[in-house]
């Protein structure tokens, strides 16, 4: 159950899950439940592996975070419960009572951390993977996985590292030049610490007509949006599937994703009608270029300002498999499935049509599944659905 790559030794898996989100959860929970056991510890003696994995299939499941809860831990306290997009329940354990008023990284984190827990899966961490690449040239052969915490080698790897850590920043002329204060999302904390500033917000996302809801309640603020947001009264079915083929479309052409989100449009919300009471969500058109005071409107006009927001969402995260070349020449990488089509041996879980929470769990299931089919695998047990 070892492998020797440039004199160090390399821990072996048969399924190795990169990420515990969502959908590495997901993932973990249905490896576990179709009989993988959880690979031998790195410290126990070499003679002692094999015996230890004895004939069943092995996975690990490697995060990067400091504790559970994935991209939840980040969120800003203000994000409550009552507000978040909905959340759904990790497959087999549901959600406990929810109080609507805390934190969703609190009640979220501790959730990922009980579950985690309850259905014995094997998390390490904190370990970020830094590559994943082909150990030869067999189409049949391991992957070999470069982390922060020595080497793996796997028949597959499940990517489920989301996009949190990717946040999109667009370049705009004279952006550096600006005296004020810019950060994205992802590093928003409060709204309280722009009191007595103006605020713009960029995006036409959930998150940046949130945000602007709760900003404008301490301070002025500007809307500005490359289109015109697509309001929806309410969101049913056949509106989720619509959304969600278009996004799949996008992948098996190879192209990069559309967010699911932004394929369904915003959602009136009784927080947000009250916000267009009060004037907040009045759009404007995107500004031409940013100046040191302020913006240069499409109009030719100048707005001042203090702060600039970039609420402009999130890509990806999959510079650690750059290895592999796995993008095509329309910038994505086509899929086939949860599955990329040009290396059956990876998975891409809660990856454009699969990046709600909903999709999120369906992925992890899906991926496992055709992960069976590839490893042949007589000692792994049918799906008990």
Known sequence: MERIFSGGTVRSADVVVIGAGQAGLSAAFHLVRRGFLPAPAAEQPAEELAAAAGPGLTYAVLDAEDGPGGAWRHRWKTLLMAT???????????????????PSSAF????????????GLAVERPVKVLAVEREDADPAGRLKITTSDGGWTARAVINATGTWTRPFWPIYPGQFTFTGRQLHVADYVSAEEFRGLHVIVVGGGISAVGLLDEISKITS??????????????????????????????????LPPQSVVAATGLIW?????????????????????????????????????????????????????????????????????????????????????????????????????????????????????
């Open 84 to 102: 978040v997009n909905g959340i759904s329940d990790l497959p087999g354990i549901p959600q406990p009572d929810v109080d609507p008023s805390e």
């Open 108 to 119: 979220l984190s501790r959730y990922f951390a009980a579950y985690e827990q309850q259905a």
């Open 221 to 254: 603020t500007s809307w500005f949006t490359r289109r015109e947001p697509e309001w929806r009264e309410g969101f049913d079915r056949q509106a989720g599937h619509d959304a969600v083929a278009l996004v799949e479309e996008r992948v098996r052409q190879g």
């Open 269 to 385: 919300t009784p927080a947000l009608r009250a916000a267009a009471a009060r004037g907040v969500l009045e759009r404007r058109p995107m500004f031409t270029s940013i100046e040191p005071g302020g913006v240069r409107l499409a109009d030719g006009g100048f707005l001042a300002a203090d702060v600039i927001l970039w609420a402009t969402g999130f890509r990806a995260e999959l510079e650690h498999l750059a290895p592999l070349h796995l993008r095509g020449p329309g910038g994505g990488i086509a899929m086939e499935g949860t599955r990329v089509a040009a290396e059956p041996r990876v998975h891409l879980v809660g990856y454009g049509p699969s990046s709600s929470t909903i999709g999120a769990n369906r992925s992890g299931r899906a991926a496992v599944t055709e992960i069976l089919t590839l490893l042949a695998a007589p000692a792994a047990v049918p799906d008990p659905r």
